[in-house]
């Protein structure tokens, strides 16, 4: 046991690339590319540190490319769940009592590894596995989960120096423990920084995981799983489980020995866990801790005074990078009478610039939705705006799933601010305008405000300081996080805490010391130098 007080190195955000044509990291990921699409792999469970192929396997194809076979991965089911739960409990109690700086150097170790060596692998299969584009895939991938096992670790550190008051005679100390039993960790297809964060907060700070990835982001995930041996973290800690939702999370949700959630993906999925965790609460050992990001109606609200140009620019970024499949996209806007003409000739004009194509053509701005059960979903709505009264398209609308699952950027302008596509989440390439009279403005903003059951993030735009104020004001509720002159998207890990309330989630903000907190369990520690000797209070000697 070491008799020092160590620091974790103060973190700073990995710098992203660019990959400009003409440079090493450009050719590099070229390769790689390359290298990835000449293979098939076979993705097993990971339990325990075990490879287990179960034998019941499902395909990994491109979204891009119909042709294009990534491999298959084993599923899981009850049986192995049941390992999985032994295997982390069985871990549990030596990687909890780790010192914590061994535990550390194991995750800025593979936030070295991330950003080096292992850089344009976990960036390729992102791109060819999720369809993201070669700029999107190195902010996620890449930059963002680098940062997030940098910063937790620094978070834990700073967590564990709050210590309180001691008055003499008496010295009193708060520990900071792992909770007891495991997390579990149920992770979506749109960020692999957030696959790969949610099974490692909590196991930074002592605890153990099981990790359900996506289906569609099996590939990428189980990367980042060999990217986690090789740093050296043990056997056990993470067990790696994908399957089904119902395969996978009912035995894990019955479990006595669950001790925590982290979770990101749909609200009713979010909602049906929390019922069925309620439902089994009384045979439970430990009140679970859920933490859930689940999902947005993202608005730009748009003041009179707003600058145009740079608002075309914010409202093509925000709805349209990585096809919409973000949940901070930008989905709903609300745009001045004033403002609407200017802002539409020159919107419409550029958004027919953007291509629409595979990943590895690096000219594409757009690439494919991720399956056909989500493209399909979205088609569902653009062909209601189509066939509705109320609703106009203005940019894209078509449409083809005959290579890979492509949606041109969909552009809807409402004459009804309760639009069914200005209310319900459509996580795909579609914007919905509705254009109010200036003179509305306030009612506007509590249209913007009761319109949707979400409150995961906004954008606010003006020039005049004192509409910014009012809109900020009316509107602190909507978003989680907010944003004024710029695109309701992508939040920087220590610079803009992620998560949003209402119908959004927990709003318990990834990248933040109050998400790892939310791993600790907490023990105040009274100890007395000189205990007294008399059970007697002075006030006892006279009647």
């Known amino acids: 046991m ?43 469970l990971i339990i325990g540190g075990k490879e287990i192929f179960t034998g019941k396997t499902a395909e990994m194809r491109a979204p891009h490319n119909h042709k294009i076979k990534l491999g298959v991965f084993h599923k899981a ?80 550190a700073q967590i564990m120096s709050d210590q309180p008051y001691s008055p003499k005679g008496f010295w009193n100390r708060t520990e900071y423990r792992p909770l007891e039993g495991f997390i579990f960790a149920v992770t979506p297809f749109n960020f692999t920084s957030i696959a790969g964060n949610l099974p490692t907060a909590p196991a930074i ?53 669950l001790s925590g959630i982290h979770f990101t993906g749909s609200t009713a999925t979010f909602q049906s866990m929390w019922k069925k965790i309620g439902e089994n609460i009384q045979k439970m050992k430990y009140y679970p801790r859920i933490v859930g990001e689940t999902g947005g109606k993202d608005f730009i609200f748009v003041h009179k005074s707003a600058r145009v140009k740079p608002l075309v620019v914010a409202a093509i970024r925000g709805a349209f990078e990585y096809q919409g499949q973000k949940c901070s996209a930008a989905s709903r806007m609300y745009i001045p009478e004033s403002l609407w003409t200017e802002f539409k000739e020159q919107y419409v004009e550029e ?15 757009m690439t494919a939705i991720i399956d056909k059960a989500a493209f399909e979903s979205i088609v569902s709505y653009i062909e209601y705006a189509k066939n509705s ?19 041109e950027p969909t552009t809807i302008v409402t004459t009804n601010p309760r639009f069914k596509t200005m209310e319900e989440e459509i996580f795909g390439p579609v914007l919905t305008i509705y254009v109010y009279p200036d003179d509305k403005f306030d009612e506007t903003l509590e249209l913007c405000d009761t319109t949707s059951p979400y ?43 992620f998560g949003g309330s209402r119908a959004s989630g927990t709003n318990d903000k990834a990248g933040s010391a109050m998400n790892i907190l939310r791993w600790m369990s907490v023990r105040s520690i009274k100890e007395t130098m000189v205990p007294p000797e008399d059970w007697t209070y002075p006030f006892m000697k006279d009647k």
């Open 389 to 407: 009264d109320e609703a106009e398209i203005i940019t894209g609308g078509n449409y083809d799933d005959s290579k890979g699952y492509f949606i």
């Open 351 to 365: 958004v027919k610039k953007i291509r629409l194509g595979e990943p590895t053509d690096f000219r594409n701005f």
């Open 2 to 44: 070491s008799n020092a007080y160590f620091k974790v190195p103060a973190p700073a955000n990995e710098p992203v690339f660019d990959y400009a044509p003409g440079t090493p990291e450009r050719k590099a990921l070229k390769n790689k590319l390359e290298e990835l699409q000449s293979s098939e792999i076979e993705v097993p």
């Open 455 to 497: 409150g995961l993030t906004g954008a606010i735009w003006a020039q005049d300081r004192e509409a910014l104020k009012i809109m900020s004001d009316r509107l602190r509720n909507t978003a989680g996080n907010f944003y004024i002159n710029d695109k309701p998207t992508a939040a920087v890990v220590g610079q803009q805490p």
């Open 77 to 156: 089911g009850p049986e192995e769940v049941k390992m999985a739960i032994e295997a982390a409990l069985k871990a549990r109690k030596a990687w909890a009592e780790m010192p914590w700086e061994h535990r550390v150097s194991i995750f800025l170790k593979a936030a070295e590894l991330l950003s080096g060596p292992w850089r344009y692998t976990l960036n390729a299969s992102t791109m060819l596995g999720q369809s993201k584009t070669a700029y999107q895939s190195e902010i996620d991938a890449v930059a963002e989960l680098a940062d997030f096992w940098r910063f937790n670790s620094y978070f834990m």
């Open 205 to 257: 700070v002592g605890n153990v995981a099981l990790w359900k990835p996506a289906s569609s982001a099996v590939y990428s995930a189980y990367f980042i799983m060999q990217l986690l041996k090789e740093a050296g973290l043990p056997d056990g800690v993470i067990n790696f489980i994908p399957g089904s939702g119902a395969q996978v999370g009912n035995p894990v949700l019955e479990s006595e020995h």
